[in-house]
C-alpha cells in the first residue's frame, strides 16, 4: 500500500485477519479425511507495525511500510473458537425454516458487498436483520457493516413490502359454496388490518398470518388483479385467473410486487 | 515485500513440524509453538481486502524491506470434529 493510502478501517482489518485465519484453519482441518489427528492453531499473537489514523468517527489502521521507523505497534492475541464458546456468548438470532434470503428479501437494495459485510455481523436472512434492528439500533448495524442508516431504513422498508408467492384454490367439503384462496407470500401482516380486493372489490378474509393469508371470494372474484395492502405505501399485486377453476393444485401463472 | 496470503504462511510453518516418511509411524509431535517474524502488507481484490503476511524472504535487512512485526503462533495435535 502506497502513503498516501489512507488504509482500512479497523473492523476491516482484523475481518481480513481473520478470514486468513479461517482459511489456514479449513485447509488443515481438510486433512482429517486422511489422518484422524492434525494440528490446529490454538493461540496466535501478532505484533504489527502499522499506522493509526482517524476519520470522522473510524479508525483506520495501515501496515508500515519498507522504512517507515516511527510506525506504532499493534498487539493482536487470538485464540480459536469452540462452537460451545459462541452458542454461549452468541445472542441467538431465529431462523424460520423456509426464510427468504437477504437476497430474496432485499433485492438489489443493498450491494452485494453491503450484503456480505451484514452476513460478517451474523445477519443472514430478514428475521436476524429486523431482530438485531430491534435489540441494537441501525445505528449499532451502520457501525458493524459500514452501511448508512438511512440504506438500512430504505432496505428494510422494502422488504416489508407483502409479496405473493403463489394462490390456491381450496376447494370447500360440501363442494358447492365457491372454494377458498389461499395466497402464499411473506409480510401479509401490518399495523393495519389487511385490505384484500380482486377487481377492485374487496374479498372476505377468513384468517391471515404472516406468510398466508385464506381469502373467501365471491363467484365473481375469480378473475382479476388481487392486491393486498397492509399498509399505506406497502402493496402487493398479482393477476388471478381461475374462473374456470381447474382442480384444487392450480396456481395463479404470475405474482409481481407492486410498486409503493 | 511478501506477497503470500497469510493462511498459506501459516499452514506451510504449521505442517513443517509433522513428521514425514518412516518417521510418521515413530513419533507424534503434539504441540508447537512458533516465534517469528512477520513481513505484513493489505493487497485490495476488488471491494475485498486480503491479508498479506509472510516470513522475510532475506536474513539480512536493508532500507528497501519492510521491518518485520512478530508472529507467535500455538498449535496442538488434536482428533478432529
Not at chain 2, 509472510?54 to 508472529?71: C, E, I, S, Y
Request: aromatic share 4%; glycine share 6%; charged share 25%.
Amino acid at each position: 500500500m502506497s502513503e498516501r493510502d489512507p488504509g482500512l478501517p479497523v473492523e476491516q482489518f482484523i475481518q481480513a485477519l481473520t478470514s486468513q485465519l479461517d482459511r489456514a484453519q479449513d485447509a488443515m482441518a481438510l486433512k482429517a479425511h486422511v489422518r484422524p489427528l492434525t494440528f490446529a492453531v490454538k493461540d496466535l499473537t501478532l505484533d504489527l507495525r502499522a499506522y493509526f489514523g482517524v476519520t470522522g468517527s473510524v479508525v483506520h489502521i495501515t501496515p508500515a511500510g519498507p522504512g517507515d521507523d516511527s510506525a506504532s505497534t499493534l498487539h493482536l492475541s487470538l485464540t480459536s473458537i469452540t462452537r460451545p464458546m459462541m452458542e454461549e456468548n452468541t445472542p441467538h438470532l431465529a431462523v424460520g425454516p423456509d426464510e427468504p434470503t437477504l437476497q430474496e428479501a432485499l433485492g438489489n437494495e443493498l450491494t452485494t458487498d453491503e450484503r456480505r459485510r451484514l452476513e460478517w455481523a451474523g445477519i443472514h436472512t430478514l428475521s436476524q436483520f429486523r431482530e438485531l434492528q430491534n435489540r441494537s439500533g441501525e445505528s449499532a448495524i451502520e457501525q458493524v457493516a459500514s452501511i448508512p442508516a438511512a440504506r438500512l431504513k430504505a432496505a428494510l422498508e422494502r422488504a416489508a413490502q407483502p409479496f405473493v408467492d403463489a394462490v390456491i384454490p381450496v376447494p370447500q367439503q360440501d363442494g358447492s359454496a365457491p372454494p377458498h384462496l389461499t395466497i402464499r407470500g411473506r409480510n401479509f401482516v401490518g399495523n393495519d388490518p389487511i385490505d384484500v380486493r380482486i377487481g377492485g372489490e374487496p374479498v372476505k378474509v377468513v384468517h391471515a398470518n404472516h406468510r398466508e393469508v385464506l381469502l373467501a371470494p365471491e363467484p365473481h372474484q375469480f378473475n382479476g388483479d388481487l392486491t393486498i395492502q397492509t399498509a399505506p405505501g406497502r402493496m402487493a399485486k398479482t393477476r388471478l385467473n381461475f374462473a374456470s377453476f381447474v382442480g384444487p393444485t392450480a396456481s395463479a401463472a404470475k405474482t409481481e410486487e407492486a410498486q409503493p | 515485500m511478501s506477497q503470500r496470503p497469510l493462511s498459506d504462511a501459516l499452514r506451510e510453518l504449521v505442517e513443517s513440524v509433522e513428521p514425514q516418511g518412516i518417521a510418521r509411524e515413530q513419533i507424534r509431535v503434539t504441540e508447537a509453538y512458533f516465534d517469528v517474524p512477520l513481513e505484513v502488507s493489505l493487497r485490495r481484490k476488488g471491494a475485498a481486502t486480503e491479508f498479506l503476511g509472510d516470513l522475510p524472504n532475506w536474513r539480512w535487512r536493508t532500507a528497501f524491506d519492510l521491518r518485520p512485526g512478530r508472529m507467535r503462533v500455538r498449535c496442538e495435535i488434536g482428533e478432529s470434529q
